[in-house]
């Protein structure tokens, strides 16, 4: 049995919407999703380790993606009161952020190296050691897909993953890479 349809036993019992596996230079990456970075829309700009320019280049974030290879890509969806429900938007990034943390176990399990990104940076530290000190957790910081340049937006529909699950619904997706 390879290693692919053992970890897909192991996804069974996890409560992913919708997966795909995929090739490492699958991956759309693009410069325009790392400049929304670099704008600091999220506030996170220069301040985390899991995001620009902490991260490195869109340029070596991409030969660290091609260095694996395989991918997977996978969504949670949750229910909000409504598209400005922040305080539902919030919940359903720490259950994707739990639910993350256990795909990792998974992928480790047969691949130590495996790396994980997340979405919208690392939630981990109320405050994060950057830049002064190291991360404290580096097995549990995430990189944002967005902070390598990564265009989820184009990828989902191509790998027949929906990108929108409908009105008050947030989605979330995580990227794991690892070799087989």
């Not at 400005?84 to 994707?96: C, P, R, S, Y």
């Not at 619904?169 to 890479?177: A, E």
Request: proline letters at 5%; aromatic letters at 12%.
């Amino acid at each position: 049995m390879n290693k692919q349809t053992e970890i897909e036993k192991e996804l069974a019992k996890l409560p992913i919407l919708e997966y795909a596996f995929l090739k490492p230079d699958e991956i759309i990456f693009s410069k325009e999703v790392r400049d929304l970075c670099e704008g600091n829309s999220c506030g996170m700009y220069n301040k985390s380790w899991a995001c620009p320019p902490a991260v490195g280049s869109v340029e070596s974030c991409k030969e660290k993606c091609y260095g694996y290879e395989k991918a997977m890509l996978f969504t949670t969806a949750t229910a909000v009161a409504s598209s400005f429900d922040m305080k539902g938007w919030m919940q359903a990034l720490i259950e994707h952020e739990a639910l993350t943390d256990r795909v990792a176990a998974v992928f480790r399990s047969f691949d130590k190296d495996a790396l994980m990104l997340s979405t919208e940076g690392c939630t981990v530290c109320k405050k994060c050691t950057y830049p002064d000190t190291p991360c404290r957790f580096p097995d549990r910081m995430y990189p944002a897909t967005e902070s390598y340049g990564i265009m989820v937006m184009q990828m989902a529909p191509a790998l027949n993953i929906r990108y929108n699950n409908g009105a008050n619904t947030v989605t979330y997706f995580s990227l794991v890479l690892f070799n087989e």
